[in-house]
């Protein structure tokens, strides 16, 4: 006599049941064996077939025979040690520490400026005691923009790791031609938090001058806080309030962050969580080999690891 319907289902969940325990052992094992292998894959991850740049970009020379005016740009830098000071108000030692930062990477940052004819400058001077110095950032661009066609804003702790790199080529690939005139004024990327304020470039043009007096005029979002000063939401605000006709004109957003602003990835629980519930962009931003610029947004002890990155560097 065949089973009734009754008493089949009710074995077979109890079956599924016993599969279910080894089931979920061996999803935690191959999980955590996983997560042991990301971070090498994720290193190799323009090896195993990423693209920062769209795959033709032309050079700004060959574009138009060669007799174009090249831009002058800018990089423009500083890290002010009295970060550290405005990070322990409120007591207790700052966790996220810059002293030494530029020192550290100020010969790979003018090595490379040199190399490609751009001008560096660390704009140290610049800064308002009055706010959290990472708020400086935009005196500095505003105040060296009337001099150069393109200023590439850079936080202290950023690496050039592939010198070979040009900056007019970061910027044709994000703009998709290599009429600079006809270019967006603000070039930036994009991590979990969405803009990154840490690198991005600016063009000389009456909009950005604007856009910078108003970003420093955003006051309200001042932080004195160990890890935010607010220098990020406010710009990040400011093109989220920007009608969508002027922000397709004036901002650019790079295609993947990998462009210009990677973040080496290690597995701590935050990242192992954006790993898995933001794959796409945990891949798009994670830094590997070949890759222009290394960010190490996050990272305490960041002259440690700026000296890692650079030696690194000097090995390739
Ligand atoms: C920024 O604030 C200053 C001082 O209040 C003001 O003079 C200036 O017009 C403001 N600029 C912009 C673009 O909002
Ligand atoms: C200043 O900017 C750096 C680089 O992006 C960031 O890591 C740091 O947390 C910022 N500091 C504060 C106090 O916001």
Known sequence: MPPRTSDRWPRTRHRNRRLWIPLLISALVVALASLESSAPVLRRANALGR???PDHVASPASSSGGDTIRPRIAIVSFSDDREVLAASRGGGRPRRSFRGVMETVEGNKRAYAAGMGYDFIDARGLVDRSRPPNWSKIL????HLPYYDWVFWNDADTV????????ENILIAVIGHSDFHASP???????FNGVNSGVFFVRRSSWSESFLDTWWNLTSFIRFDSTKSGDNAAMEHLIG????EESRVHVGVAPMQCLFNSYPWFPTWKSVYRLIFSPWTTWQGAYSDGDFMVHLAGLDDKRRWAAKFLQEMRTI
């Open 185 to 191: 004024d603000l070039v930036v990327t994009e991590d």
């Open 160 to 167: 050039v790791m592939n010198p070979a790199v040009e900056l």
């Open 241 to 244: 309030r920007l009608p969508p």
């Open 51 to 53: 693209r920062c740049s």
């Open 140 to 143: 500095a661009v505003r105040s």
